[in-house]
Nanobody, 124 residues
């Protein structure tokens, strides 16, 4: 059974940092494109960051470029998102996702498997 479990969310002050982790089970991530999305209340799910299967090609949503970094450890079946210089507008539920087929990697509808999400709140 494919399962993705996010952790690491919480409350942080503006300018602070958080590291989110996505642990995969039931399959190996090494052959798949992985990504992070987020969804704020009343808004559509937004692409945050993505990585190809080996981690050499990474790309980011415009709103997080230069502040967030996606990484993956295929041996440990983990994907992480390091978030620095957090802003109140980064407040959202963050989801880990896996793309097993074809589709635009920055589009939520292309992804086949999702975690349950972890909540990030940036507030003073």
């Amino acid at each position: 059974q494919v399962q993705l479990v996010e952790s690491g969310g919480g409350l942080v002050q503006p300018g602070g940092s958080l590291r989110l982790t996505c642990a995969a089970s039931g399959f190996t991530i090494k052959n798949y494109h992985m990504a992070w999305f987020r969804q704020a209340p009343g808004k559509e799910r937004e692409f945050v960051a993505g990585s190809d299967w080996i981690g050499t090609h990474k790309y980011y949503g415009d709103s997080v470029k230069g502040r967030f970094t996606i990484s993956r450890d295929n041996a440990k079946n983990l994907v992480a998102l390091q978030m620095n210089s957090l802003k109140p507008e980064d407040t959202a539920v963050y989801y880990c996702a896996l793309l097993s087929g074809v589709g635009h990697p920055m589009t939520a509808s292309a992804y086949d498997y999702w975690g349950q999400g972890t909540r990030v709140t940036v507030s003073s």
